[in-house]
């Protein structure tokens, strides 16, 4: 089955989110973003939450290979888009921070780079959905970042996913516009 892909993000006229906004009923918004740090590697964080807000689950994960910044926040795609079939979710919003990385996925560019070959596994993710919309988030509108940050004091071989840690919720919770 081949998705359905649409994009939401800067129209003309248009401003880009500044804060986290619920997808439309019967839909998730996959929220990703990864942090770098010099002598200790990638972390990556992922949030899944559905139309009433309310978080699915989540994902933190430290690479101990220092990735670029594009290519972890490509990674960070590819793992949040692993982790929504398991739940059985068909339709989803996958919004990131990074504008470059957004355009990438609304408009399918592929090349033959390391994120290229990253890219294309997402792409062949986008069939297990019956729908997938890309869409950007201001960074300050998108506190998942936190969850990539956390994601530096776990052991590299155990990904915690699941619930958000406890002393993360609020920072979280905190990017939601609540209706």
């Keep these: 089955m081949q998705a359905a ?5 800067k129209k003309e006229g248009q401003k880009h989110a500044e804060k986290w906004t619920p997808p439309i009923e019967n839909n998730f918004k996959i929220n990703t973003d990864a ?20 978080i699915i689950t989540t994902l933190c994960h430290v690479y101990r290979t220092e990735y670029e910044i594009a290519i972890a926040e490509t990674v960070a795609c590819r793992e949040g ?13 996958i919004e990131s921070d990074n504008i470059n990385l957004f355009h990438r996925l609304q408009n399918r560019i592929e090349d033959l780079s390391y994120m290229g070959n990253i890219l294309s596994d997402i792409f062949h993710l986008f069939s297990c959905f019956d729908s997938v919309c890309p869409s950007f ?18 052991d590299s071989s155990n990904p915690r996913i699941g619930d958000i840690p406890d002393h993360l919720e609020d920072l979280v919770v905190s990017d939601m516009v609540l209706s």
């Design 5 to 9: 892909v649409a994009a939401r993000g």
């Design 35 to 54: 942090s770098v740090r010099e002598g200790e590697g990638t972390g990556i964080g992922v949030a899944i939450r559905d139309h009433r807000s309310q």
């Design 81 to 93: 888009l692993i982790l929504v079939p398991e739940k059985g979710l068909k339709n989803v919003v």
């Design 137 to 154: 988030v201001r960074r300050t509108g998108n506190t998942v970042h936190h969850l990539a940050s956390f994601a530096f004091s776990l």
